[in-house]
């Protein structure tokens, strides 16, 4: 596991960071990111389905349909979401500002922000910043980045693989944000991955999008899911070809793409607000995949369930009821087995014969759990990352805004 500014992490040719304070919330926090592509780089997306998606979003999205980037411009601290055809303005303001400064067209900036929704963006702020972070771009920059597009986030998430594709290296390393306000609805964050593979865009949107699926879209904190939500992708071209989809060298670098994914999913859920668990909900023997997911996520959106976590109290009938109330038709609770890590605790029914308050309480003790849930019902299954709910998601969420 690589994560956080101390990581042993790896830069990717032809991908250039620099980050300077903007001043958008906090005073001399670096707080702007600046993210540069080589000439003849691929890029692609995947967005937040909230339909008050914030103007950022809207306006990569717009630009994505036109041309191939040549810059991503990150601000942290403001979210410049439900402000109107003000923000809308603001964020391709700041476009024009970058292109206008990196010599590109307006349309090859991609913009993304994070924070509080609501305000006007300081675009006079961030147009005066953009020449320090251009001036700070650098392959080295990836530590700086991590920390700059943090929110309530205590530590920055950076995680880097090296995989060999028909014998030559190639680099993939990546960054996310995001403690609360997550539910997956398409990535619940902001997430920059980078590599120096050479990749068609439309293979790249397919790397991704397969990636995105069992990692950032199988992971929930609160329930809640954003209005900024990005997940990006960039290809350099420096490096080896990955052209067709039915190919080793693309089984190989998709894996990797996966596990940088899935390693900085993790990261968000293990860093969740007031978090002091780590919680892996598996459904099995499920119907079809809809089904596994709805009872997955009943149990890890549950209050009751989340609040019993943080107390380490094995109060196993709320996960039993959790279990009942997500919506499965016609369910045959005789056929059901609930399990704390290796400790049966609902079988036939009811409580497993064999279940003692001891051992569930030896479970519920440690900092990872898993939670398993059999249906008896079919052959799906999936598995949901969360956390328990705290105090301190309460104090952090009350005082956000001051």
Known sequence: MMTGAEAIWYPVPGVRLGTAAAGIKYRGRQDMLVLELAEGGTCAAVFTRNAFC???????????????????????????????????????????????????????????????????????????????????????????????????????????????????????????????????????????IATDAAVPQQLLQLCLEQAVAPSFNAITVDGDTSTNDSCVLVASGLGPIVAEEDSETYRVFSAGVQEVCLDLARELVRDAEGATKLVEIAVESARDQAEASSVAYTIAQS??????????????????????????????????????????????????????????????????????VRLGRGDAETRVLTCDLSYDYVRINAEYRT
């Open 303 to 372: 209050p009751l369930v989340k609040t019993a976590l943080f107390a380490s109290d094995p109060n196993w009938g709320r996960i039993l009821a959790a279990v009942g109330r997500a919506g499965v038709a016609k369910l045959d609770i005789d056929r059901v087995e609930i399990w704390l890590g290796d400790v049966c605790i609902v079988r036939d029914g009811g409580r497993a014969v064999e279940y003692t308050e001891a051992a569930g309480q030896a479970v519920m003790n440690c900092p990872e759990i898993r939670i398993l």
């Open 54 to 192: 914030a103007a950022p979003v809207r306006v990569a999205r717009e630009h994505l349909q036109e041309t191939a980037p040549r810059y991503l411009l990150v601000n942290s601290g403001n979210a410049n979401a439900g402000t109107g055809p003000q923000g809308i303005e603001d964020a391709q303001a700041c476009c024009r500002g970058l292109a206008g400064l990196g010599g590109c067209a307006p349309e090859q900036v991609l913009p993304f922000s994070t924070g509080v929704i609501g305000t006007n963006l300081p675009v006079a702020r961030m147009l005066q910043a953009m020449p320090r972070a251009l001036e700070a771009l650098s392959e080295q920059g990836w530590p700086q980045a991590a920390e700059a597009i943090m929110t309530t986030d205590t530590r920055p998430k950076l995680v880097s693989r090296r995989v060999l594709l028909a014998g030559r290296p190639v680099t993939i390393t990546g960054i996310a944000k995001g403690a609360g306000m997550i539910r997956p609805d398409m990535a619940t964050m902001l997430a920059y």
